[in-house]
Protein backbone atom coordinates (compact mmCIF):
# COMPACT_ATOMS: atom_id res chain seq x y z
CA UNK A 1 0.00 0.00 0.00
CA UNK A 2 0.70 3.99 -0.47
CA UNK A 3 3.45 5.37 2.18
CA UNK A 4 3.32 8.39 3.88
CA UNK A 5 3.87 11.39 1.61
CA UNK A 6 4.87 15.01 2.07
CA UNK A 7 4.03 17.61 -0.39
CA UNK A 8 5.67 19.65 -1.35
CA UNK A 9 8.93 17.89 -1.40
CA UNK A 10 11.33 21.24 -1.86
CA UNK A 11 10.03 24.32 -0.38
CA UNK A 12 12.23 27.70 -1.06
CA UNK A 13 10.78 30.78 0.69
CA UNK A 14 11.67 34.04 1.72
CA UNK A 15 11.99 35.29 5.66
CA UNK A 16 9.15 36.64 6.68
CA UNK A 17 6.91 34.64 4.78
CA UNK A 18 4.18 31.71 5.74
CA UNK A 19 4.88 28.56 4.63
CA UNK A 20 2.23 25.10 5.10
CA UNK A 21 3.74 21.91 4.89
CA UNK A 22 0.84 19.11 4.57
CA UNK A 23 1.37 15.28 5.90
CA UNK A 24 -0.80 12.30 4.20
CA UNK A 25 -0.28 9.60 6.55
CA UNK A 26 -0.84 5.65 5.76
CA UNK A 27 -4.62 4.94 5.36
CA UNK A 28 -5.84 3.96 8.61
CA UNK A 29 -3.12 4.84 10.60
CA UNK A 30 -4.79 6.69 14.09
CA UNK A 31 -1.34 8.59 15.31
CA UNK A 32 0.67 11.34 13.54
CA UNK A 33 3.85 12.73 14.65
CA UNK A 34 5.80 15.55 12.74
CA UNK A 35 10.04 15.95 13.51
CA UNK A 36 12.60 18.34 12.25
CA UNK A 37 15.71 17.23 11.06
CA UNK A 38 18.96 19.76 10.81
CA UNK A 39 21.68 18.58 8.53
CA UNK A 40 23.91 15.98 10.54
CA UNK A 41 21.34 15.49 13.28
CA UNK A 42 18.76 13.10 14.46
CA UNK A 43 15.14 14.21 13.66
CA UNK A 44 13.59 15.85 16.79
CA UNK A 45 10.45 15.70 17.96
CA UNK A 46 7.71 18.55 16.83
CA UNK A 47 4.20 17.55 17.83
CA UNK A 48 1.94 14.59 18.51
CA UNK A 49 -1.87 13.69 17.11
CA UNK A 50 -4.37 11.05 18.00
CA UNK A 51 -7.06 11.02 15.44
CA UNK A 52 -7.73 14.59 14.81
CA UNK A 53 -6.26 15.65 18.59
CA UNK A 54 -3.17 16.89 18.74
CA UNK A 55 -2.16 15.63 22.25
CA UNK A 56 1.47 17.22 22.83
CA UNK A 57 3.30 20.07 21.07
CA UNK A 58 5.79 20.40 23.50
CA UNK A 59 8.76 19.90 21.19
CA UNK A 60 7.37 23.16 19.05
CA UNK A 61 9.86 25.99 19.27
CA UNK A 62 8.02 28.26 19.68
CA UNK A 63 4.64 29.99 18.52
CA UNK A 64 5.04 30.73 15.21
CA UNK A 65 5.02 27.08 14.64
CA UNK A 66 1.49 25.00 14.45
CA UNK A 67 -0.04 22.40 13.30
CA UNK A 68 -3.63 20.38 12.17
CA UNK A 69 -5.26 17.77 11.69
CA UNK A 70 -8.68 18.78 11.50
CA UNK A 71 -10.27 15.53 10.12
CA UNK A 72 -7.78 12.73 11.57
CA UNK A 73 -6.35 12.08 8.11
CA UNK A 74 -3.99 14.55 6.69
CA UNK A 75 -2.12 16.98 8.92
CA UNK A 76 -0.59 20.84 8.30
CA UNK A 77 2.21 22.50 9.47
CA UNK A 78 2.41 25.72 9.24
CA UNK A 79 5.18 28.36 10.25
CA UNK A 80 4.73 31.77 10.06
CA UNK A 81 6.92 34.58 9.57
CA UNK A 82 9.66 32.09 9.13
CA UNK A 83 13.02 32.61 9.59
CA UNK A 84 16.54 31.45 8.22
CA UNK A 85 16.84 29.13 11.63
CA UNK A 86 13.60 27.59 10.53
CA UNK A 87 15.44 25.53 7.65
CA UNK A 88 15.52 21.98 8.11
CA UNK A 89 14.18 18.56 6.84
CA UNK A 90 10.76 18.78 8.38
CA UNK A 91 9.68 15.03 8.36
CA UNK A 92 5.87 13.73 9.19
CA UNK A 93 5.60 9.81 10.75
CA UNK A 94 2.23 7.87 10.84
CA UNK A 95 1.65 4.80 13.10
CA UNK A 96 -1.55 2.32 13.05
CA UNK A 97 -1.91 3.29 16.66
CA UNK A 98 0.10 4.62 19.84
CA UNK A 99 2.87 2.69 20.57
CA UNK A 100 3.20 0.94 16.91
CA UNK A 101 6.18 1.75 14.94
CA UNK A 102 6.17 4.91 13.09
CA UNK A 103 6.36 5.16 9.23
CA UNK A 104 7.90 8.02 8.52
CA UNK A 105 7.41 9.95 5.31
CA UNK A 106 9.67 11.03 2.52
CA UNK A 107 10.31 14.70 4.28
CA UNK A 108 9.54 18.72 2.90
CA UNK A 109 13.17 20.17 2.62
CA UNK A 110 12.98 23.94 3.37
CA UNK A 111 15.41 26.84 3.04
CA UNK A 112 14.57 29.79 4.31
CA UNK A 113 16.43 33.01 2.54
CA UNK B 1 15.40 12.63 30.38
CA UNK B 2 15.63 9.62 28.40
CA UNK B 3 18.79 10.41 25.63
CA UNK B 4 20.10 8.20 22.91
CA UNK B 5 24.12 8.39 22.43
CA UNK B 6 25.42 7.29 19.16
CA UNK B 7 29.29 7.32 20.29
CA UNK B 8 30.61 6.64 16.23
CA UNK B 9 30.00 9.52 14.26
CA UNK B 10 31.49 7.40 11.33
CA UNK B 11 32.34 3.86 10.71
CA UNK B 12 33.19 2.00 7.55
CA UNK B 13 33.25 -1.62 6.44
CA UNK B 14 34.62 -3.72 3.36
CA UNK B 15 32.01 -5.40 1.51
CA UNK B 16 30.91 -8.74 2.93
CA UNK B 17 32.24 -8.51 6.44
CA UNK B 18 30.21 -7.81 9.75
CA UNK B 19 29.94 -4.30 11.01
CA UNK B 20 28.44 -3.53 14.32
CA UNK B 21 27.20 0.17 15.59
CA UNK B 22 26.95 0.90 18.90
CA UNK B 23 24.13 2.79 20.82
CA UNK B 24 23.57 3.88 24.46
CA UNK B 25 20.39 4.70 26.23
CA UNK B 26 19.44 6.22 29.35
CA UNK B 27 15.98 5.44 30.84
CA UNK B 28 14.22 4.82 33.95
CA UNK B 29 11.56 2.80 32.35
CA UNK B 30 11.10 -0.74 32.90
CA UNK B 31 9.60 -1.28 29.28
CA UNK B 32 10.05 0.54 26.13
CA UNK B 33 11.04 0.26 23.16
CA UNK B 34 14.27 0.52 20.78
CA UNK B 35 14.70 0.79 16.85
CA UNK B 36 17.36 1.03 14.48
CA UNK B 37 16.28 3.35 11.10
CA UNK B 38 18.37 4.06 7.88
CA UNK B 39 18.83 7.29 6.26
CA UNK B 40 20.26 6.62 2.59
CA UNK B 41 21.82 9.43 0.35
CA UNK B 42 18.17 9.89 -0.42
CA UNK B 43 17.26 10.53 2.89
CA UNK B 44 14.46 8.69 3.20
CA UNK B 45 14.03 7.26 7.10
CA UNK B 46 13.46 3.41 6.82
CA UNK B 47 13.00 0.88 9.70
CA UNK B 48 15.53 -1.40 10.30
CA UNK B 49 14.76 -3.27 13.12
CA UNK B 50 12.85 -2.86 16.62
CA UNK B 51 13.80 -4.59 20.31
CA UNK B 52 10.66 -4.63 23.09
CA UNK B 53 12.89 -4.42 25.83
CA UNK B 54 10.53 -7.11 27.84
CA UNK B 55 11.86 -9.60 25.22
CA UNK B 56 15.00 -10.96 26.60
CA UNK B 57 15.65 -12.45 22.92
CA UNK B 58 17.55 -10.30 20.91
CA UNK B 59 15.55 -9.06 17.31
CA UNK B 60 16.55 -10.42 13.85
CA UNK B 61 15.89 -9.30 10.54
CA UNK B 62 17.80 -10.67 7.92
CA UNK B 63 21.43 -9.50 7.64
CA UNK B 64 20.40 -7.01 10.33
CA UNK B 65 20.79 -8.50 14.29
CA UNK B 66 20.80 -6.47 17.40
CA UNK B 67 22.65 -6.96 21.02
CA UNK B 68 20.35 -6.02 23.75
CA UNK B 69 21.92 -5.62 26.88
CA UNK B 70 18.84 -4.51 29.25
CA UNK B 71 20.90 -3.94 32.18
CA UNK B 72 23.80 -1.92 30.07
CA UNK B 73 20.99 0.15 28.73
CA UNK B 74 22.69 -1.01 25.32
CA UNK B 75 21.25 -1.70 21.81
CA UNK B 76 24.21 -2.02 19.20
CA UNK B 77 23.61 -3.36 15.72
CA UNK B 78 25.27 -6.04 13.68
CA UNK B 79 25.06 -6.19 9.99
CA UNK B 80 26.64 -9.17 8.47
CA UNK B 81 27.37 -9.52 4.95
CA UNK B 82 27.29 -6.08 4.31
CA UNK B 83 26.51 -4.20 0.99
CA UNK B 84 27.17 -1.31 -1.12
CA UNK B 85 22.88 -0.95 0.06
CA UNK B 86 23.51 -0.40 3.44
CA UNK B 87 26.21 2.29 3.26
CA UNK B 88 23.59 4.61 4.85
CA UNK B 89 23.50 7.08 7.93
CA UNK B 90 21.90 4.80 11.07
CA UNK B 91 20.34 6.06 13.61
CA UNK B 92 19.26 4.60 17.05
CA UNK B 93 15.74 5.75 18.55
CA UNK B 94 14.21 5.29 21.86
CA UNK B 95 10.81 5.76 22.16
CA UNK B 96 9.56 7.74 24.84
CA UNK B 97 5.47 7.35 26.33
CA UNK B 98 4.08 10.02 28.52
CA UNK B 99 0.90 9.86 30.33
CA UNK B 100 0.35 13.63 30.49
CA UNK B 101 -1.77 15.08 28.02
CA UNK B 102 -4.48 11.79 27.59
CA UNK B 103 -1.18 10.22 26.53
CA UNK B 104 1.78 11.02 23.89
CA UNK B 105 4.98 9.30 22.52
CA UNK B 106 7.80 10.60 20.41
CA UNK B 107 10.80 8.93 19.32
CA UNK B 108 14.07 10.28 20.28
CA UNK B 109 17.16 9.89 18.59
CA UNK B 110 20.63 9.74 18.66
CA UNK B 111 22.69 12.07 16.33
CA UNK B 112 23.68 9.32 14.08
CA UNK B 113 26.46 6.84 12.71
CA UNK B 114 27.53 7.19 8.92
CA UNK B 115 28.43 4.04 7.30
CA UNK B 116 30.76 3.35 4.33
CA UNK B 117 30.96 0.36 2.88
CA UNK B 118 34.21 -0.16 1.04
CA UNK B 119 34.14 -2.49 -2.65
Not at chain 1, 60 to 75: H, V, W, Y
Request: proline letters at 4%; hydrophobic letters at 30%.
Amino acid sequence: GAGVSQSPRYKVTKRGQDVALRCDPISGHVSLYWYRQALGQGPEFLTYFNYEAQQDKSGLPNDRFSAERPEGSISTLTIQRTEQRDSAMYRCASSLYGGETQYFGPGTRLLVL
Amino acid sequence: AQTVTQSQPEMSVQEAETVTLSCTYDTSESDYYLFWYKQPPSRQMILVIRQEAYKQQNATENRFSVNFQKAAKSFSLKISDSQLGDAAMYFCAYRLYTLTQGGSEKLVFGKGTKLTVNP
